[in-house]
């Protein structure tokens, strides 16, 4: 059971913009920097974002990402049906939980 | 160009040992923790633990402490993921990711394409 929660699924129309929200508390997300990865059906996932909201290079700017306090969000706007995948955030956690967690991950649908 | 390259599918039986690999290029593997995250059918990504190759410093996720042994050659820039004994329930996909980190930041930027493990009678 992850410890960042993410809502199921996210869906809207091509062109449209989605936001994917991550939820943690203070001993991951609210003192450590998140990154975004998505994973195309049957790839290997990819580094979408990282310390909250660097693009590395290749990706779009229609990737972005934010964080505040606990939460930290993916935004995708100009939705293409190229976009649809599952998408994960990732951070450290300080707890003996696991230094590092990924969140339950969310299925972008483009309707 | 910075590649990480997985040793291919396996299929065992519960109670067999596995090694499974990752070889790294295009970079100074021993300067880079690698990672190890699992992924079961239909789930979501799962973070198993890391190793840094310079030293072999290892950390595991408790939830995988005990159950697997992550392990690294330097000198042909490989990493290690192995099971002594395998239950069915250890049938997923593995991935190696290279471990970026710079104090409370960490990230994966590069993946392996993955190695299926399936264990079955």
């Known amino acids: 059971q992850s410890v960042l929660t993410q809502p199921p699924s996210v869906s809207a129309a091509p062109g449209q913009k989605v936001t994917i929200s991550c939820s943690g508390s203070?001993?991951?997300?609210?003192?450590?920097?998140v990154s975004w990865y998505q994973q195309l059906p049957g790839t290997a996932p990819k580094l979408l974002i990282y310390?909250?909201?660097k693009r590395p290079s290749g990706i779009p700017d229609r990737f972005s990402g934010s964080k505040s306090g606990t939460s930290a969000t993916l935004g995708i706007t100009g939705l293409q049906t190229g976009d649809e995948a599952d998408y994960y955030c990732?951070?450290?956690?300080?707890?003996?939980?696991?230094?590092?967690?990924f969140g339950t991950g969310t299925k972008v649908t483009v309707l | 160009e910075v590649q990480l390259v997985q040793s291919g599918a396996e299929v065992k039986k519960p109670g067999e040992s596995l090694k499974i690999s990752c070889k790294g290029s295009?970079?100074?593997?021993?300067?880079?923790?690698i990672g190890w995250v699992r992924q079961m059918p239909g789930k979501g990504l799962e973070w198993m633990g890391i190793?840094?190759?310079?030293?072999?410093?290892?950390r595991y996720s408790p939830s995988f402490q005990g159950q697997v042994t992550i392990s690294a050659d330097k000198s042909i820039s490989t990493a290690y993921l192995q099971w002594s004994s395998l239950k069915a329930s250890d049938t997923a996909m593995y991935y190696c990711?290279?471990?970026?980190?710079?104090?409370?930041?960490?990230?994966?930027?590069?993946w392996g394409q993955g190695t299926l493990v399936t264990v079955s009678s």
């Open positions: 295009g970079y100074s593997f021993t300067s880079y923790w």
């Open positions: 310390e909250n909201n």
């Open positions: 190793i840094y190759p310079g030293d072999s410093d290892t």
């Open positions: 203070s001993s991951n997300i609210g003192n450590n920097y």
């Open positions: 990711a290279r471990h970026m980190t710079d104090g409370h930041s960490s990230w994966y930027d590069y």
């Open positions: 990732g951070t450290w956690d300080s707890s003996l939980s696991a230094p590092y967690v």
